[in-house]
């Protein structure tokens, strides 16, 4: 199950709407619990990919999750898990999804038609690499505003 | 050597919790193997069943990649730091960039090795380079490092339109042809040197002169045109049968020292006329042979062209288009200049007035009845024998400085071209006068300013200059 605050899944839907028909991607910046997620912010990041790749493929560059995970750890936070969107596709994820994907992060999936966020699920991919397993995603506030 | 290998996030529950691990090891690729072997775990999540490290897997040594050194064979050394780090990649299944595109032999795949780790490239985009055709117009200074990085980069067929023969000075920069091409038609050379450096890929050549009969059909066989000649009417031309015909124009030109650089796309926006709508007027922008040029600057400018062709090839966002690079090299600069479509423009706007090639050599006032129609010339025997009959004439070179360094003709006073008329008084008017430059062209320029500006005297052209003069009447006179 993974937890976000309403602001961070606007933001994402935002970031979706806005690159479409272009892929986008960004990283989940909250906590791992006991057996859950919470995000608390989210990190864009420019899809690495050439221009004529875009509309289906994303990338996050090493030296981008890097720094993002540097961020992260100046604001108390780690990385979580990561969300792109499929432009015209439904919020599944795909095989190339599978082979490039590592268990324990939620993926998130922000399904836009034409131009408008038409579903946003999570997904953990199993610890034996052969699929994704949907998690519940619940939207809701932080307890404890998280300090600036 | 021990070595700790520091642990991502999320493969820490594969590795027992631990965020960090030492092993003992002589490689990169000997540390992973011992972090699996204490871990079978991790091992799927970082190999795939080929035993290859998976695509999105980085390893970092003491923060370099890996892949910028010896990959799985670099070296340790005691107390050193290798880090995992993913790429995130991933996107919807539908790829449709794969349909299509040629595969790569294994004897590709390891040339352009290091082109396909790239994420910016890949197997797809090496794909596309290799289906890829591209048009270079002129195999000289620019054309030379175009045509060898492309060859290198693997473009699948490259045309090369020239109809020059190598000269000497041709050598000073244009590395694609070497000392024993010298006589030999350009493309060929050309055609050898490219083949050598990768026998892969197509090469066409088109040993013709570019003109408005044959520019629009050879254009329509390519994707893009690279731009490598070296005069006004031919820029105008390739221009324009770009524009016609809906290609990419990746321009470079360079003077001296100075370059230029850009992709000139009328879909996209600017052509090369919207900049320079009008050519200088003939005389004013010398050639190279006028006004000399630092050998490696077409080099540099050349390795640019190619570098914004392979990125229009794999789709890059970030081109040269609707951006004019200017580069000094002497100063070491890099200016930028933004670049618009101009909506009048004859040939991209939005009224086209040309919507077929024309006449270029007009266009750029070459086609006006030359002056020495009316101006007097001597041959160079001829002067020579009116010299020894010991007649009183007085030569005036209007060559630069540094070329009378090179070369002159003894007994010779030098006022360059363009203090010639400011200098008018330095020249008896009472006396015959013969004027010679070069060739034969900056002096009959010399005689119409100075009559122009009302000189009195008698100005007598010498026909084919200093290089007439040592091929008639002086050998030891160096010719360059």
Known sequence: MIQITSGSLNEVARHAESDYPYECCGLLLGEFLESSKSVAEIFPISNAREEAAKRNRFLIRPDELRRGEEYAKGRNLAVVGFYHSHPDHPAEPSQYDLEHAWPIYSYVIVSVKSGQVAAIRSWEQEFDRSRFTEEVLEVREPAVSVAK | MQVTISIPT???????????????????GEALEQLTALHPELRKHLFNDKNELRSFVNVYLNE????????????????????????????????????????????????????LIMPEVGLVGQQRIKAASVLMIGTGGLGAPVGMYL??????????????????????????????????????SARDRL???????????????LTSENAL???????????????????????????????????????????????????RGACYRCLYPEPPPPGLVPSCAEGGVLGVLPGIVGAIQANETIKLILGAQDTLVNRLLVFDAWQMRFRELKLRKDPQCPVCGEQPTIKELIDYE????????????????????????????????????????????????????????NEVVNRMTEIDS???????????????????????????????????????????????????
């Open chain 2, 362 to 417: 007009a266009f750029c006032g070459l086609r006006q009845a030359p002056p020495t129609g009316e101006l007097e010339e001597i041959s160079a025997t001829e002067l020579q024998q009116q010299l020894q009959r010991g007649e009183d004439i007085q030569v005036i070179d209007v060559r630069e400085p540094s070329e009378y360094q090179i070369a002159r003709i003894a007994g010779t006073k030098l006022i360059p071209l």
């Open chain 2, 430 to 480: 009472t006396r015959q006068t013969v004027v010679h430059c070069k060739g034969g062209v900056r002096s009959a320029k010399a005689i119409t300013a100075l009559q122009q500006a009302g000189f009195p005297g008698r100005l007598i052209n010498l026909r084919g200059g200093i290089t007439a003069w040592s091929n008639e009447v002086d050998p030891t006179v160096p010719k360059y």
């Open chain 2, 217 to 267: 059909r050879l254009f329509a066989n390519y994707e893009i045109i690279v731009d490598g000649t070296d005069n006004f009417p031919t820029r105008y031309l390739v221009n324009d049968a770009c524009v016609l015909t809906n290609k990419p124009n990746v321009y470079g030109s360079i003077f001296r020292f100075e370059g230029q650089a850009s992709v000139f796309w009328a879909k």
């Open chain 2, 10 to 28: 999320a493969l820490r529950h594969f590795a027992g919790g631990n965020a960090t691990i030492r092993v003992d090891a002589i490689t990169t």
């Open chain 2, 195 to 209: 083949r050598e450096i990768n026998p892969h890929i197509e090469i066409e050549t088109h040993e013709t002169r």
């Open chain 2, 64 to 115: 370099e990649d890996v892949r910028h050194r010896e990959g799985s064979s670099t070296p340790v050394n005691e107390g050193d730091s290798i880090m995992i780090v993913p790429s995130i990649a991933g996107g919807a299944t539908a790829a449709p960039e794969v349909k299509n595109l040629p595969e790569l032999s294994h004897e590709e795949i390891a040339r352009y090795s290091r082109h």
């Open chain 2, 151 to 188: 060859a290198a980069a693997g473009v699948g067929r490259l045309g090369i339109v020239d109809f020059d023969v190598v000269e000497a000075s041709n050598l000073q920069r244009q590395i694609i042809h070497g000392t024993a091409d010298v006589g030999r038609p350009k493309i060929e």
